[in-house]
T-cell receptor
Framework: NAGVTQTPKFQVLKTGQSMTLQCAQD?????MYWYRQDPGMGLRLIYY???????DKGEVPNGYNVSRLNKREFSLRLESAAPSQTSVYFCALRRQGMNYGYTFGSGTRLTVV | GENVEQHPSTLSVQEGDSAVIKCTYS??????FPWYKQELGKRPQLIIDIRSNVGEKKDQRIAVTLNKTAKHFSLHITETQPEDSAVYFC????????????FGKGTSLLVTP
């Protein structure tokens, strides 16, 4: 039971390249989230998905797209990477029920040069 | 949207002293308030949380208080130890944005022996 699995852990991109950050859960919960974390800024919400097939913008969605094709996976895509997207990206899910709370993935450290 | 402010941004205490970190939130619909500890290069780790129908919660050396009327909540760490040194984040969960967590910008706590 890994909870939330993010891949890759590290990535270096050139400006203009595209890539997809993958996030998968094995906990069967509906709500999933993508955050970015920059020094001194805390975690900021990029997109969220309340259930399979639905997505909504968060605080900083520009330059990103997401996909929630099934309950298990929530991917984040950078179509044309920019240096301003250099950050650490965390995927999270919301656990409902008796064990209410949030589970975070281990993060993806992305550098755009 | 929800705005969470956190103070102070840095805090230095002597081992054995208490540390207090304060947060305010803007949206009265927020109903769940977790505190996270994050060590360098790691994902946020939950240390304590409180729901909006509770005023105070304690877990050994850590306590959280919530004032719904004033929209502020605080983290109290007693008998601090050097291993408490880390960055601490408060957050508020708002049902109006899919229960996404809105984070403060963090407090860097240093406990000196």
């Amino acid at each position: 039971n890994a909870g939330v699995t993010q891949t890759p852990k590290f990535q270096v991109l050139k400006t203009g390249q595209s890539m997809t950050l993958q996030c998968a859960q094995d906990m069967n919960h509906n709500s999933m989230y993508w955050y970015r974390q920059d020094p001194g800024m805390g975690l900021r919400l990029i997109y969220y998905s309340a259930s399979e097939g639905t997505t909504d913008k968060g605080e900083v969605p520009n330059g990103y797209n997401v996909s929630r094709l099934n309950k298990r996976e929530f991917s984040l895509r950078l179509e044309s990477a920019a240096p301003s997207q250099t950050s650490v990206y965390f995927c999270a899910l919301r656990r409902q029920g008796m064990n209410y709370g949030y589970t975070f993935g281990s993060g993806t450290r992305l550098t755009v040069v | 949207g929800e705005n969470v402010e956190q103070h102070p941004s840095t805090l230095s205490v002597q081992e054995g002293d208490s540390a207090v970190i304060k947060c305010t939130y803007s949206d009265s619909a927020s109903n769940y308030f977790p505190w996270y500890k994050q060590e360098l290069g790691k994902r946020p780790q939950l240390i304590i949380d409180i729901r909006s129908n509770v005023g105070e919660k304690k877990d050994q050396r850590i306590a959280v208080t919530l004032n719904k009327t004033a929209k502020h909540f605080s983290l109290h760490i007693t008998e601090t130890q050097p291993e408490d040194s880390a960055v601490y984040f408060c957050a508020a969960s708002n049902p109006n944005s899919g229960y996404a967590l809105n984070f403060g910008k963090g407090t860097s706590l240093l406990v000196t022996p």
